[in-house]
Nanobody, 119 residues
Framework: VQLQASGGGLVQTGGSLRLSCAAS????????MGWFRQAPGKEREFVAA??????RAILDSMKGRFTVSKNNENTVYLQMNSLKPEDTAIYYC???????????????WGQGTLVTVSS
């Protein structure tokens, strides 16, 4: 499974960005697709995901601001609104056959896209 994330950039506090993750290589209907982020000096953390069943999960601190969606079996989006400086991080998309909030349970990763939120 190959994953390509895009859509990061520089935005002011309160702004919005939409990240995209294009997947290729296999039929992804059996995979959960997720977003993680890693801020400088911090561990990578779960952000949001769409399970293979269609269920969605978003970290509590991001509910109401972030939305995860997909347009078909191969492209997943992370819509981020009301961005804050603490959202600054490299955002990674990932895929797994076994849904989990744990980073180590996701074997397939994209290259990451940088999101910078200025105050």
């Amino acid at each position: 499974v190959q994953l390509q994330a895009s859509g990061g950039g520089l935005v002011q506090t309160g702004g919005s960005l939409r990240l995209s993750c294009a997947a290729s290589g296999r039929t992804l209907g059996a995979y959960s697709m997720g977003w993680f982020r890693q801020a400088p000096g911090k561990e990578r953390e779960f952000v949001a995901a769409i399970a293979s069943s269609g269920g969605r999960a978003i970290l509590d601190s991001m509910k109401g601001r972030f939305t995860v969606s997909k347009n078909n079996e191969n492209t997943v989006y992370l819509q981020m609104n009301s961005l804050k400086p603490e959202d600054t991080a490299i955002y990674y998309c990932a895929a797994t056959r076994t849904f989990s909030y744990r980073v180590e349970m996701w074997p397939h990763w994209g290259q990451g896209t940088l999101v910078t939120v200025s105050s």
